[in-house]
């Protein structure tokens, strides 16, 4: 694996670092390096800026608005927008069913959806998990019943990230009660406006209120709305975990929150020396940015195979546990560095314009919340313990 940048590579990464430096509209770049909480119109308004350089989407078909980007340019591009302080464009729409519109969905839907996906103009969510269904996806129980031309749905979607903002969800539903568990899934698209359905908040231990619970009562969906065949879900949903897992990874903005860490230790605190002169603490650092460099050669490789041609396997899950471990230990190692100046945990530090007098330096404020926030990571898009089993299945035959 030749890890050398071309001239091209070379010029196309100063071009995005360019863009950065000069779009990036200042308030939300502080928001993101201070832990700041973003509210809709800051992603909205970054993605916007984003589209109208046709660079929304780099990682669809040029046909659809994609950028006809490699594999290697698409990894240098989220590595830019990460270390330069961007938002995360939320991956619902661009990155989840944007894909799966484009690889199941008729050209109908192709048309309807995927403009409006670009332009931010509809906003998406996820509903997969369920009460009773988390890790184990395929004993799902919300229904959709067909009645002429359109499906009933009943049931219940829960840890529905940006519920509350949506527009639109993409569900799994069972639309098959009598067939074999997986072989029942069928993947529908329902607008978040159509009558019976009701988002509740989720509160986390952050604080915030991202994650929401979503019921839905007797909600009429057209079944032009289904994605691909009666009994496909199963299929569909496999292959948008593929893509969520390997996003997950998150290996641009571990590297910039490693920066953020060393820079945080370096820092005299009452009258103490730097916490980074301490050998152990030094140690600690290194143990984790060492992984992190394992995984980022790990990305790197399976940015190698989809340069030839290879669409994401079992790595991803690779990926997303190790990933995931990574964003923990790095948060705890943040705490670590501002040490008591952690315990005065005010969830509301994470809002913009909070003016409580701080507690300490005013970067240790939000660290508390973004440690509990970051705890669930291990769990999102299947557990890590899930994880290690697809590997042990797919890449050792075990």
């Not at 950028?67 to 270390?83: I, M």
Request: charged content about 25%.
């Amino acid at each position: 694996m030749d890890l050398t940048l071309t001239a091209r590579e070379r010029q196309f990464q100063d071009e995005v670092r360019a863009f950065v430096q000069d779009a990036l509209p200042g308030d939300i770049r502080r928001k993101v390096e201070g832990g700041l909480q973003l509210v809709k119109d800051d992603m909205v308004r970054w993605q916007k800026l984003l589209g109208a350089r046709g660079w929304m989407a780099p990682h669809w078909p040029e046909k659809y608005g994609g950028t006809g980007w490699s594999p290697v340019e698409r990894y240098l591009f989220d590595e830019e927008l990460a270390l330069g302080g961007c938002p995360r464009v939320a991956p619902f729409g661009i990155n989840m069913v944007g894909p799966v519109i484009i690889e199941f969905g008729s050209e109908a839907q192709r048309r309807r959806f995927l403009p409006r996906i670009l332009t931010s103009n509809d906003w998406w969510c996820q509903g997969y998990s369920e009460p009773e269904a988390g890790s184990d996806l395929a004993s799902l129980k919300m229904r959709a019943e067909a009645a002429g031309d359109h499906y009933t749905v009943n049931g219940v979607k829960t840890w529905t990230t940006f519920a509350h903002y949506a527009d639109w969800i993409f569900c799994l539903v069972r639309t098959d009660s009598k067939a074999r568990k997986q072989e029942g899934i069928s993947f529908l698209l329902i607008d978040m406006r159509s009558d019976g359905i009701a988002v509740r908040p989720i509160r986390t231990f952050d604080g915030g209120e991202e994650i929401n619970e979503v019921a839905f009562t007797d909600v009429r969906v057209p079944k032009a709305n289904l994605v691909g065949r009666e009994g496909q879900g199963w299929t569909i949903a496999k292959f948008l975990l593929g893509y969520e897992r390997t996003g997950i990874a998150g290996v641009a903005r571990s590297k910039k929150q490693m920066q953020r860490l060393k820079a945080i230790a370096a820092r005299e605190m009452s009258g103490s020396r730097p916490l980074i002169e301490d050998q152990r603490f030094r140690e600690k650092i290194a143990l984790v940015e060492i992984e992190l460099m394992a995984l980022e050669y790990t990305n790197l490789r399976i940015v190698s195979a989809e340069n030839a041609g290879q669409a994401p396997g079992p790595e991803s899950s690779l990926l997303k546990f190790r990933g995931t471990e990574i964003q923990q230990a790095i948060t705890e190692l943040l705490l670590e560095a501002v040490g008591y100046y952690a315990f005065p945990y005010a969830p509301d530090a994470l809002a913009d314009g909070w003016n409580e007098p701080p507690i300490g330096p005013e970067y240790a404020a939000p660290l508390a919340p973004h440690y509990f926030n970051w705890r669930k990571a291990s769990i999102y898009a299947g557990t890590n313990e899930i994880q290690k089993n697809i590997i042990a299945k797919m890449i050792l035959g075990m």
